[in-house]
């Protein structure tokens, strides 16, 4: 499968706990971009990233969240000292180059807060 | 980016075509109209996009009229499968795709 593969599909965090999300793109890909789905709400951009460059975080909230793409291995979202409110479906998509608009995203990693 | 408009939801029956309208009337020149739809707890997957003419794929075809301001997806036979939320997205080469409350659209047996 050649697709967007996102791990864990679901995970369960406590309080305070910290949540890592991680997101392979499709081969090939070098542009990765997070979205982040509220129950029951539309999808918001968080942030894009190109191999070991942040290009756009203006939707990524300013404490507690960070985002890589390292030269090697998949890009990780992280959150830090989770709360009840962080609970979402975090979706990430690729692409092969600067966008025109066709994005491939991933099935989603499910966080839970308790 | 410009705003569109579309139903918050469409009920449609199996097998007979689907028309999904959204209304762009503040769209640029340079403004690529997309439509993606995201599937019951699945990640948002393309459908198809235009620029100025009429478009066809495999999935759905995209119906732009002359001016500009207002397109329609169609979907020739809707399938059970096809039920998800269909989200008309504008955008110019480069810029973070904006969702908005997208049409949910109902296919009943």
């Known amino acids: 499968n050649a697709g967007v593969m996102q791990n864990p599909r679901h995970l369960v965090r406590r309080r305070g706990q910290e949540a890592r999300l991680r997101c392979s793109p499709m081969?090939?890909?070098?542009?990765v971009y997070w979205y982040r789905q509220l129950p029951e709400e539309g999808l918001k951009f968080m942030v894009y990233?190109?191999?070991?460059?942040?290009?756009?975080e203006s939707g990524m909230p300013k404490e507690r969240f960070s985002a890589e793409f390292p030269k090697e291995g998949p890009s990780i979202l992280r959150i830090q000292q989770v709360v009840r409110g962080d609970s979402a479906a975090y979706f990430c998509?690729?692409?092969?180059?600067?966008?025109?608009?066709?994005?491939?995203f991933g099935e989603g990693s499910r966080l839970t807060v308790l | 980016d410009a705003k569109t408009t579309q139903p918050n939801s469409m009920e449609s029956n199996e097998e007979e075509p689907v028309h999904l309208p959204c209304n762009h009337s503040?769209?640029?020149?340079?403004?690529?109209i997309h439509w993606y739809r995201q599937l019951p707890s699945q990640g948002p997957e393309y459908v198809i996009h235009g620029l100025t003419s009429n478009v066809n794929n495999r999935m759905a075809s995209l119906a732009i009229a002359e001016d500009r301001k207002s397109s329609t997806l169609i979907l020739h036979r809707a399938t059970l499968r096809d039920a998800a939320v269909y989200y008309c997205i504008l955008i110019n080469a480069g810029n973070m795709l904006t969702f908005g409350g997208g049409t949910r659209l109902m296919v009943k047996p």
């Open positions: 998509a690729s692409s092969l180059g600067v966008h025109t608009g066709e994005l491939f």
């Open positions: 503040t769209i640029s020149g340079t403004d690529y």
């Open positions: 081969k090939g890909h070098s542009h």
């Open positions: 990233l190109q191999k070991e460059n942040i290009i756009d």
